[in-house]
């Protein structure tokens, strides 16, 4: 293990060996709860918890729901007045036994309960496969919605998404209880979690090649771990980050996935995780004190001796509930970063509140000063209005309903879409081609039932992470109370991209580098861009006209102010559907 150390500005603090129960030094918060489901119980008492300077609050648009989806022939819409709100009268109406749709198909179904993340996988012989995790009924969770053990993590074989096939179930200790942990790797074929509950597990990591054949997933390695409760990949597949409530970052070399070792541990609150083109910087939502950093982590990622990971920013917003994850995306060019939120109250300050915390696009152009594009959020997350709704029929208390949990894209560049689950709200669909305004184009509010304890509660209980198929335009994801949903968008709500015989990109692009470059060489193609200095920023213009479709890689090296190396990649859509 190579010893590492945080910057803050100029300041280092020195990374920590694991030592159970060790004071951090920062701010007084509430116990950390022993389960996500269990917090409610916890607002109360005192632990010392890590949050690496004061959060700058980004600068943000007024708060107000995303227009409605205009469903079109076929749905079978929700009637109420409320967007998102779903009803005692809404889940008791007959229509309820079939789910409620809006632009969307259901095709295929398996009853399994699902947890919180949903994988879509594709091996190099063709198979197609779907990987999800049971988590929420496991009873290391502590407090479980079904209170019954988990089969581990279900893996499903797609070939036709209308009759999935479970072809296995992956069982490691890591498997059983993986929390939010489960992660894939498309590009080597590697599926790995840790052991984590909403605290976090001590335990052990384990990797399995998906690869070879998607549909039996064979185990490569367990590695003993500190804690877990998510995870990130980068995305050259190199590096397995580890996420927990014990204070620390864990980062594993998998080059050699069979001997898994950790490389670097740093003292750090985290929840989600993830990672830029480049595996360079570092995205992590801070839970407790409510905010989202942006660290370089390059020199983690070069493998450097005694390694240092340097604080970009850390920025929160007015409606920050408990931030989950990142999704970073490129939408005309410019880099956002799709920031979630889970529930609907604050650790520090202890607050139970109507504050769905819901989700938004951030604007991370420049990393060292983000700030929040828009936000999308239902009309039953709006503090005024989910007050009115504490009557209605939820599985887990309302200070967890109406509110977001995770969200996904189906690519990263130009995705046209998001799809996020909304709890009780079931699985929320936005077009996010005009970052400034995302609307809501569809929705899936599934049918009540599944397999066991866990399908007698109320209503949908939509935790997971959702998976794509784009040529399809499927969207997978799992339900914690009636399972594994395989639903078609219609075209109106996911739109297709032109055919590349008819594709003729007429794009230019104009990339603004970050105020602390003093210096970049940009290529693309093989061919260099002319980089020039406005109003004291480093600009290049990337011609992408006459390309066909395809994905065009821009890389940027030079030197910072500091004089340190940098470098970054950005990948930019020739076409976007106009031709």
């Not at 197609?128 to 969770?141: G, Q, R, W």
Request: with cysteine; net charge positive; glycine share 8%.
């Amino acid at each position: 293990m190579l010893t590492a150390a945080v910057t803050v500005g100029a300041a280092a603090v020195p990374a920590a060996a694991h030592l159970p129960g060790r004071a951090l030094p920062a701010i007084e918060g509430p116990t950390l709860p022993a389960n996500d489901l269990e917090a409610l119980l916890s607002l109360t008492g005192g632990q010392i918890v890590q949050s690496f300077g004061v959060a700058t609050r980004a600068p943000e648009p007024p708060l107000r729901p995303v227009p409605r989806a205009d469903c079109g022939p076929g749905s079978r819409p929700l009637q109420g007045e409320i967007q998102g709100r779903v009803s005692r009268a809404d889940l008791d109406a007959p229509e309820a036994a079939r789910g409620y749709t809006c632009n969307v198909s259901p095709l295929g179904r398996y009853p399994t309960a699902g947890g919180f993340r949903t994988w879509r996988y594709v091996d190099p012989a063709g198979h197609e496969c779907a990987f999800y995790d049971t988590s929420l009924p496991a009873p290391a969770n502590v407090v479980s919605v079904a209170a019954g053990p988990t089969p581990g993590v279900v893996v499903l074989d797609m070939s036709d998404p209308r009759q999935p096939k479970r072809t296995a179930l992956l069982t490691t200790l890591a498997m059983l209880a993986p929390h939010e942990s489960l992660n894939l790797n498309a590009r080597r074929g590697l599926l790995a979690a840790v052991v984590g509950n909403g605290l976090t597990l001590p335990g052990s990591m384990a990797i399995y090649d998906v690869a070879t054949d998607c549909r039996r997933p064979r185990l490569l390695a367990e590695m003993p771990t500190a804690y877990g409760h998510e995870s990130g990949f980068a995305p050259d597949g190199n590096t397995f980050w580890i996420a927990g409530g014990g204070g620390e970052v864990i980062a594993v070399d998998v080059r050699d996935p069979r001997v898994p070792r950790t490389v670097w541990r740093g003292v750090l609150y985290s929840h989600g995780l993830n990672l830029s083109d480049d595996g360079r910087t570092l995205f992590h939502t801070d839970p407790i004190n409510g905010n989202l950093g942006i660290l370089d982590v390059s020199e983690v990622q070069d493998r450097r001796p005694d390694p240092t990971v340097r604080q970009l920013s850390r920025i929160t917003w007015d409606t920050v509930s408990v931030p989950q994850n990142t999704v970073p995306l490129t939408i005309r060019g410019r880099r956002y970063l799709l920031e979630f939120d889970e529930f609907a109250f604050r650790f520090n300050p202890p607050t139970v509140a109507n504050r769905a915390g819901a989700a938004r696009l951030i604007d991370i152009e420049d990393p060292r000063a983000p700030r929040v594009t828009s936000n999308l959020r239902l009309e039953a997350n709006m503090p005024e209005t989910r007050a009115k709704l504490l009557a209605d029929p939820v599985a887990l208390p309302l200070a967890f309903g109406y509110a977001a949990h995770y969200c996904a894209a189906p690519r990263e560049v130009d995705p046209v879409i998001v799809a996020c689950s909304f709890i009780n709200s079931g699985l929320r669909v936005f077009d996010v081609r005009d970052p400034e305004n995302p609307r809501e184009v569809a929705y899936y509010v599934a049918p009540e039932g599944g397999e066991g304890l866990a399908a007698t509660t109320p209503g949908n209980l939509a935790l997971s992470q959702p998976a794509f198929d784009p040529v399809r335009r499927e969207v997978w994801y799992t339900d914690a109370t009636s399972g594994f949903h395989a639903l078609r968008l219609d075209e109106r709500a996911w739109p297709a991209d032109p055919p590349p015989a008819r594709c003729v990109s007429q794009r230019t692009v104009t990339i603004t580098l970050p105020r602390h470059y003093a210096s970049a060489r940009v290529t693309y193609l093989g061919r260099r861009a002319r980089v020039t200095r406005t109003r004291g920023r480093l600009r290049a213009r990337i011609d992408l006209r006459g390309q066909p479709v395809r994905t065009v890689t821009v890389r940027v090296t030079g030197r910072s102010k500091a004089g340190t190396a940098v470098r970054q990649t950005r990948r930019f859509l020739t076409c976007r559907g106009r031709g």
